[in-house]
């Protein structure tokens, strides 16, 4: 697996946990705690899948995802957002940035790496 994964989120906690999940399937983590870190590096790299929380300081998770959508090599990159809120109106605004799914916190690994799998085309 030549392009890495992002994994966006504020909490270290979460950032440990899915790296360390997605590392155990040979996937390559690059993980950031805010949209402005998450927007500079993927300016410069190519990614197989970002994931994104959507409770993010500086920029939510959903103009994270706009912006990373604005680069012209990621408009294609499938991208998950991820929370532990439970508001009626993220999984339309999701969609409406071009999520793919979304993972509900606390999630488990097994359901975590379901949903890399199926977006990375791994068997």
């Known amino acids: 697996m030549d392009q890495p994964v992002m994994v966006v989120d504020d909490d270290s906690v979460t950032r440990r946990v899915v790296t360390y999940a997605l590392q155990a399937m040979q996937v390559e983590v690059i993980a950031v705690?805010?949209?402005v870190q998450a927007?500079?590096?993927?300016?410069?790299?190519?990614?197989?899948?970002a994931i994104v929380d959507i409770n993010l300081p500086v920029m939510d998770g959903f103009e994270v995802?706009?912006?990373?959508k604005d680069i012209p090599h990621l408009q294609d990159t499938p991208m998950i957002i991820f929370t532990a809120r439970s508001q009626s109106g993220d999984r339309m605004t999701a969609q409406e940035v071009g999520a793919v799914d979304l993972l509900y916190k606390p999630f488990s690994t097994q359901e975590l790496r379901s949903l890399v799998r199926k977006y990375l085309n791994l068997a």
């Open 39 to 49: 927007i500079q590096l993927a300016q410069q790299q190519q990614l197989a899948l």
């Open 65 to 68: 995802m706009r912006r990373l």
């Open 33 to 35: 705690e805010d949209g």
